[in-house]
Nanobody, 127 residues
Framework: HVQLVESVCGSVQSGGSLRLSCADS????????IGWFRQAPGKARDGVAA???????NYAYSVKGRFTISQVNAKNILYLQMNSLKPEDTAMYYC?????????????????????WGQGTQVTVSS
């Protein structure tokens, strides 16, 4: 049974920091592109950051320079370090993994039908 589980549901003030993590079970991150997505109420789900097994990263323009995606393959854990948070970063955050697409395409299109989604974790940034 494959599962992605996000942790650290958090609220923080504008300018603060938060780190999200995503642990998998049932497959190895080392053969997947994995990424973070977010969806604010009434808006589409957008890619935030993605990484492949060689450490190649891609970021959405809105978070570049503030967010950092990283992974620990040995532990199958994905992180998203979020600094200088803004109220517009408030959203439900999801991790996803895909065995086919490179990270730049995962960021734009999300995972394929062979990929996986986590259940999501809420991040709230207050002004």
């Amino acid at each position: 049974h494959v599962q992605l589980v996000e942790s650290v549901c958090g609220s923080v003030q504008s300018g603060g920091s938060l780190r999200l993590s995503c642990a998998d079970s049932g497959f190895s991150y080392s053969s997947y592109s994995i990424g973070w997505f977010r969806q604010a109420p009434g808006k589409a789900r957008d890619g935030v950051a993605a990484i492949d097994n060689e450490g190649t990263t891609n970021y959405a323009y809105s978070v570049k320079g503030r967010f950092t995606i990283s992974q620990v393959n040995a532990k199958n854990i994905l992180y998203l370090q979020m600094n200088s948070l803004k109220p517009e970063d408030t959203a439900m955050y999801y991790c996803a993994a895909d065995p086919i697409r490179p990270p730049e395409l995962v960021l734009i299109y999300g995972p394929t039908q062979r990929g996986y989604w986590g259940q999501g974790t809420q991040v709230t940034v207050s002004s």
